[in-house]
């Protein structure tokens, strides 16, 4: 394992938090809230985006056009399965969502939501810089590297682990301030 896979393995957990945080949804309609959506169809469990154009023709509206009208039935079955608080419905061949306005209580849960994955992707960047720490004490007393190089490298490790959790604090600020932008 090289030396530099702890900075790979805190841009996963980043990626990972971008990822959680584009799930959950703002007042305004916005395709990706969809992409974790699966539908029954053609005998497997496919995406939503494999079998219908999802597209938001204005702020408070999603429209899905599938691909096989014949699949209307199956992605309106998947929106309600997903639980995502919405009602889809078909006008004649096309499937919308009106996105509804969040109460303000319903966007201080998805705040406090936001909050506590931020602090796991936290945790989850401390995790990795314990590791590499560890790892770094174990060459120290395998005489293996200096006390000097060992304390350079958790400097720079420390640092790494700074920045991170900084990008960390500003994804969940944008995200709050989306939340509370009406």
Known sequence: MSKESYKDRMEKAISSL?????GIRTGRANA????????????SNMPL???????????????????????VSDIEK????????????NDGGNIRIVVPELTKERREELKKGVRHRGEEAKIAVRNIRRDENDKIK???KDKT??????????KRIQNETDAYIKKIDE???T???ELDTI
């Open 78 to 89: 998947a929106i309600l399965k997903a639980d995502l608080g919405f009602n889809p419905f």
């Open 171 to 173: 994804m969940i600020n």
């Open 138 to 140: 174990k060459e120290l």
């Open 49 to 71: 985006k494999q079998v219908g154009n999802v597209s938001t023709p204005d702020s408070r509206t999603i429209m899905i056009q599938p691909f096989d009208k014949g699949l």
């Open 32 to 43: 990706s809230i969809l992409d974790g959506v699966k539908v029954e169809a053609y005998g």
């Open 18 to 22: 971008q990822n959680d945080l584009k």
């Open 145 to 154: 590297i200096t006390e000097d190089e060992s304390k350079s490298q958790e």
């Open 175 to 177: 995200k709050e301030k």
